[in-house]
């Protein structure tokens, strides 16, 4: 298994640029585990913004930044971008956002399983970019096969996936080791266990 923490905390230029798919029923702690682990591990870096599309009670205290603002800041430090309109965010994280950590929390509510091509496009240039990803969401089931095929590593929690439909994820090199990681983590019996597993993406 992948200490997915210390993978991030690590300059660039010792590692490649990570797309992390990370997926977890509600409840599980993913928000939690981003907030309290993995920020702070990326913060030793580079700077890491947000984009909190349904306005999470727990990013609240972060301070917020405005599209128009983005091509003045200094990739240090944590933002929030808050912006009902994904396609402009994902604009203008593409024209003016460089070396930093971009979280997507509760990305179902905006990429659609026919990924818009604006999002796509800031996943597929994110090691141009320098963008290091994290995506979360519900299920397996829910992540567009795009950012699935994207992937670097997934951070699996409890999800409600059906077993049936995540060996037929063909969208996965290593479908049978995402399986067996998602089945150990099913059967655990802390409801916040999770693993994370490269995808070789
Ligand atoms: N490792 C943990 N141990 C104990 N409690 C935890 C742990 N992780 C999270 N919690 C608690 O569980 C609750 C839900 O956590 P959190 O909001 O991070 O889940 P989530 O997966 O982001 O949920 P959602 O999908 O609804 O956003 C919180 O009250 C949090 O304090
Ligand atoms: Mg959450």
Redesign the pocket.
């Known amino acids: 298994m992948f200490d997915i923490d210390k993978i991030l905390s690590q300059n660039d230029n010792k590692r490649q640029i990570t797309l992390t798919t990370i997926v977890?029923?509600?409840?599980?702690?993913?928000?939690?585990?981003i907030l309290s682990e993995l920020v702070r591990n990326m913060l030793l870096t580079k700077g890491v913004l947000i984009y909190d599309y349904s306005s999470?009670a727990?990013y609240q205290t972060i301070p917020l930044i405005l599209l128009k603002d983005l091509k003045r800041w200094n990739s240090k430090g944590i933002y929030r971008i808050y912006d009902p309109d994904p396609l402009k965010v994902f604009k203008a994280i593409r024209a003016d956002v460089r070396n930093c950590f971009l979280i997507c929390e509760?990305a179902k509510s905006y990429m659609n399983p026919n990924l818009q091509s604006e999002i796509a496009e800031v996943l597929g240039i994110r090691r141009q970019l320098g963008i290091d990803i994290v995506c979360n969401f519900?299920a397996l089931e829910n992540v567009p096969p795009v950012v699935l095929t994207y992937s670097n590593f997934i951070t699996i929690?409890k999800t409600r996936d059906k077993l049936e439909k995540i060996e037929k994820l063909d969208k996965i090199p290593n479908t049978e080791d995402v399986v067996k990681v998602w089945q150990a983590v099913q059967k655990h019996s802390n409801q916040?266990y999770k693993l994370t597993i490269s995808t070789n993406g």
């Open positions: 977890g029923r509600q409840g599980v702690g993913k928000t939690t585990y999470e727990k509760d519900w929690f916040y």
